[in-house]
């Protein structure tokens, strides 16, 4: 037996992750109970991989992100980074004299948490979103799921939890733009800051819509002072104190299968609030419903069956046979198209 042979004889013998996948090649990981890596039989990678007596689950995976990380390192500090981003977040609300609680409880209200639903964070940061949703739903039996590309980010995060108490399901390192996830598995997808600095903003927005279930609701809050403020002395003020709120909202990157998209501007029009479905019969309209007029046609007609350009005289000509023989400029173009190729 060689070892390619040797490799599939034990990944044959190994259970089948239920919602992780490798984010390279979105195959099913595979490992065994007690074991401390996961497999991927694609590319033979294994990703180290936890689970503590409350059944809380930790994976790796940052081997296939190591220029994100360095990138993300890059821009942070690591041994200041929870201090700084707390520093952040408390200047933030108090400069906005709003207070935290009731800032991030009016955004959850808003992606419509119910009971048993599986609920991604992403960016998870200081762990602040799973606090704030645990306090604040505590009736409610939710199956929380976050990730971050830093590894002091998520360390921070798992001792925070358990020193509070708190056990959700899952925490790994991994890129928001490549998700370890399965497609079609939250029934929320959040994210809160964090977008403006990722070198793949549309990679990372694809990849929300991709792991949410079909009509599951996408939230993201990020910085981005509204466009009518960019000339004025405050908008100006804004971002010269920090210029990652001189961010676009993203709306021009967002995938095509998603519906009901809501633009609010939050916190002193500062931040943006943008929520959207996954809808995947979008788009839902009959393109062949036909126009009354002298055009004639239909949506369909008029884009998919457009053909080249005639003499404009010759335009006027057809213009004008048609409105004598009663038909839209369509129905007689098609009439005399049809007849000349059935000669």
């Known amino acids: 037996m060689n070892l390619g042979d040797e490799y599939d004889s034990v990944m044959s013998t190994l259970e089948e992750h239920l919602f992780l996948i490798c984010p390279l090649h979105h195959e099913s990981l595979k490992g065994v109970s007690n074991n401390s890596v996961l497999h991927c039989p694609a590319c033979s990678i294994a990703f180290p991989y936890s689970r503590n007596s409350e059944g809380f689950e930790f994976t790796s995976f940052a081997a296939?992100?190591?220029?994100?990380?360095?990138?993300?390192?890059?821009?942070?500090?690591?041994?200041?980074?929870?201090?700084?981003?707390?520093?952040?977040?408390?200047?933030?609300?108090?400069?906005?004299?709003?207070?935290?609680?009731?800032?991030?409880?009016?955004?959850?209200?808003?992606?419509?948490?119910?009971?048993?639903?599986?609920?991604?964070?992403?960016?998870?940061?200081?762990?602040?979103?799973?606090?704030?949703?645990?306090?604040?739903?505590?009736?409610?039996?939710?199956?929380?799921?976050?990730?971050?590309?830093?590894?002091?980010?998520?360390?921070?995060?798992?001792?925070?939890?358990?020193?509070?108490?708190?056990?959700?399901?899952e925490l790994n390192i991994s890129n928001l733009a490549s998700l370890p996830y399965k497609s079609n598995y939250f029934d929320v997808v959040f994210h809160f800051g964090g977008i403006n600095w990722m070198s793949d903003k549309a990679g990372a927005l694809a990849e929300m819509v991709r792991v949410c279930k079909d009509y599951g609701r996408i939230g993201i809050v990020d910085e981005s002072v509204g466009a009518w403020l960019r000339k004025s002395d405050f908008g100006k003020a804004m971002i010269n104190n920090n210029s990652l709120w001189s961010a676009e909202v993203p709306l021009d990157i967002l995938p095509t299968n998603v519906n009901n998209v809501r633009l609010e501007y939050v916190l002193e029009n500062c931040f943006y609030f943008l929520s959207f479905i996954k809808d995947p019969q979008f788009p839902n309209v009959d393109l062949d419903v036909p126009h009354i007029g002298p055009r004639g046609g239909s949506i369909r007609t008029r884009y998919f069956g457009n053909l080249e350009g005639v003499d404009p005289g010759l335009a006027d000509v057809v213009r004008s046979k048609a409105r004598i023989e009663g038909l839209s400029v369509v129905e007689w173009l098609e009439k005399c198209l049809r007849n000349g190729l059935n000669k």
Do not use: H
């Not at 500090?77 to 200047?91: C, G, I, P, S, V």
């Not at 009016?106 to 940061?125: C, K, R, Y």
């Not at 830093?150 to 020193?163: D, G, P, Q, Y």
């Open 64 to 169: 296939l992100e190591v220029d994100e990380i360095l990138l993300n390192e890059s821009l942070y500090d690591a041994k200041t980074l929870n201090e700084r981003y707390q520093n952040f977040l408390n200047w933030l609300f108090a400069t906005m004299r709003v207070q935290e609680a009731s800032f991030r409880k009016s955004i959850f209200d808003d992606l419509n948490i119910a009971n048993n639903m599986n609920m991604l964070i992403t960016s998870v940061g200081n762990g602040d979103d799973i606090i704030n949703l645990v306090d604040m739903f505590p009736d409610i039996n939710l199956n929380i799921y976050a990730q971050d590309i830093s590894a002091t980010m998520c360390e921070f995060t798992m001792v925070r939890l358990k020193n509070l108490g708190i056990v959700i399901k």
